[in-house]
């Protein structure tokens, strides 16, 4: 099952240093039979981009608990075998049975440098925009129009080191 992991740029460290990665309180998102319900339509990759956003803003959560990372959501978009679908919490949570390695891992999605204002200022309002609060919904909708960008595996090394 592919999963999209909410993650950190310290996290990606992480992954890359140990070569594996426990996620964060074992969850994830995917495209689960709960979430293919809740859409009237949509094809299985807009599907899948749906759990990725809802992993990239659950990055934002993990944002918001730590000021000294760096201001970029970070997908980590990984295949795994033992992951349960949780639709008493969300359509697309799902709970991992263990640790991601390096190997699992079909590719990560990171802001770009341009995006680290909006992405500042919606991890701290995340909590309010979750209460309907209108002007942390709009300044979560200024982090979320900036695209993740993609990397390769085998790309996050040099990634980092550029960070």
């Not at 659950?58 to 679908?85: C, F, G, M, Q, Y």
């Not at 309002?125 to 129009?145: Q, S, V």
């Amino acid at each position: 099952m592919r999963v999209y992991l909410p993650a950190t740029i310290g996290m990606l460290r992480k992954l890359v240093a140990e070569r594996k990665l426990q996620p964060v309180s074992a969850t994830g998102f995917a495209l689960t039979p709960a979430l293919r319900e809740s859409y009237v339509s949509g094809s299985t990759e807009e599907l899948e981009y749906a759990a990725l956003l809802d992993a990239a803003r659950a990055s934002l959560r993990l944002l918001a608990d730590d000021e000294k990372e760096i201001p970029r959501r970070v997908v980590i978009s990984a295949d795994v075998e033992d992951a349960t679908a949780r639709p008493d919490l969300d359509a697309a949570v799902v709970r991992l049975g263990g640790p991601v390695t390096l190997d699992d891992v079909a590719a990560v999605h990171v802001d770009t440098e341009d995006a680290e204002e909006a992405v500042r200022i919606a991890a701290g309002l995340i909590d309010a925009a979750d209460l309907g609060d209108p002007d942390a919904e709009f300044a979560l909708g200024d982090a979320e129009d900036h695209e993740l960008a993609w990397y390769a595996p085998q790309e996050l090394p040099f990634l980092l080191e550029l960070l």
